[in-house]
């Protein structure tokens, strides 16, 4: 029974002993474990110490808690410049809206005040060191409302040839709320719609603009609804350019005749039209007038005529020209063979008749086509020459309105006898 009794007691002394020993282990682990943490720190904190330095963008200022029947109408700054104080990683990596800065108007009364500004980082391991400024100067307006109207304002130039011809928005007008200053000065709210480079009709969502009378911003008011649906409708609208004439001759002179030249008056005209239609005409060739004839003609042809132009464009002004045609007859050369003359042989002489030359003239080809070889007169002078034979120059007399080119030989010889 002893033996019986004893066992517990020496389980139980066994029990407590385990228990010490476990509870003396986990100490011990717990201290190694904070002994290590310490450590860690405190070598990281050698390693990348924390430091204070300027925080290179500006943190805006948000209104908070503002009583319901007053609005913000002016403050004094709209927002702050903060220093940090951070390891020199975390300040590598700070954005400005990793800062949010509060103005906590909750309690302030109608009028102006001083009110503190809170920065608070969104990480627990960087603070803020300073605060410029830390009081924003704010003055507290009635909260009103009104209703303006909604403005579209039509912003640079749709592509070349198209212009806008309307615009409406939907609403017509907006409510504007804010405080009782600020929406006194809203005369209007503007969608604006930029229309560069566009050929087609607009239809949109756009942001709405409270606006002063001048055009200037309003801030501090809002706007319901804040956006307008805006339709703008744009039309193709008619230019004007000025092209050469370009008259259209049709047919040939008759023969032995050539175009001298074409004149119209006026040479330019201007043209109207879509702006597409007026850049398909080619500039160089102009425009085109009906068809004027010259067919077998000898002399200038003068024709009052229309100009053709494309569909859908129009002529300011006469849409007629006169075009003046001049035609010239062509020139031409032509060789005959001509007897020569022998002038002034003397009494008692024989001459030799000598042999024809070859005489090339110049002229206008319808005077050339009538020449006869007898009316052309090539002549040599023997005056004073004995018996014997001579070299003798010759003298060529061309038709009127024709010129020698040349004459080959340029010398005859002739042979003179004595007569028996």
């Not at 102006?112 to 400024?133: C, G, K, L, M």
């Not at 198209?162 to 017509?172: K, M, R």
């Not at 002529?315 to 003046?324: D, H, L």
Request: overall charge neutral; proline content about 6%.
């Amino acid at each position: 029974m002893g033996t019986f009794r004893r066992l517990p007691g020496a389980m139980l002394f066994l029990g407590r002993g385990v228990i010490t020993a476990t509870f003396g282990n986990m100490s011990l682990a717990l201290l190694s474990v904070a002994l290590g943490l310490s450590l860690w720190l405190f070598v990281i904190d050698r390693e990348n110490p924390k430091q204070v330095q300027s925080f290179s963008s500006a943190i805006p200022v948000k209104f908070v808690n503002v009583p319901n029947d007053l609005a913000v109408a002016n403050a004094s700054e709209t927002s702050v410049r903060i220093r940090v104080e951070a390891t020199a990683n975390q300040l590598k990596s700070l954005r400005a809206d990793d800062f949010q800065a509060t103005v906590d108007l909750g309690g302030v009364a109608k009028g102006q005040a001083s009110v503190a500004v809170d920065v608070a980082p969104a990480s627990a391991n960087v603070s803020v060191a300073t605060t410029t400024p830390d009081h924003v100067d704010i003055t507290l307006e009635n909260l009103r409302s009104n209703q303006v109207r909604v403005n579209v304002a039509l912003l640079g130039s749709p592509q070349q040839g198209f212009g806008a011809v309307g615009q409406t928005s939907q609403p017509e007008s907006v409510t504007v709320t804010g405080p009782e200053s600020l929406v006194a000065l809203v005369d209007s709210a503007v969608a604006e719609v930029n229309l560069t480079g566009l050929r087609a009709d607009v239809t949109d969502s756009i942001d709405l603009k409270p606006r002063d009378v001048r055009g200037g911003d309003v801030s501090r008011v809002k706007l319901n609804p804040p956006r307008a649906s805006v339709n703008v409708d744009l039309e193709q609208k008619e230019f004007s350019i000025e092209f050469r004439v370009n008259p259209l001759v049709t047919g040939a002179p008759a023969t032995g005749y050539n175009i001298g030249g074409v004149g119209v008056e006026p040479a330019l005209i201007l043209v109207t039209g879509p702006l597409d239609v007026l850049q398909s005409i080619d500039a160089v060739k102009g425009i085109s007038t009906e068809e004027i004839s010259i067919a077998d003609a000898r002399a200038d042809v003068v024709r009052a005529v229309q100009v053709v132009l494309p569909a859908g464009t129009a002529v300011r002004g006469s849409a007629s020209v006169k075009v003046t045609i001049s035609i010239r007859p062509a020139r031409g050369e032509a060789t005959y063979s001509v007897a020569p003359q022998i002038r002034n042989v003397a009494s008692g002489l024989a001459l030799t008749p000598p042999q024809a030359v070859s005489v090339t003239i110049s002229g206008d080809l319808p005077v050339l086509q009538a020449v006869a070889p007898a009316s052309i007169i090539v002549t040599a002078d023997a005056q004073g020459l004995a018996a014997g034979l001579h070299a003798l120059p010759l003298q060529v007399t061309p038709p009127a309105g024709t010129s020698v080119t040349r004459t080959d030989p340029g010398q005859i010889g002739i042979a003179l006898s004595e007569r028996r």
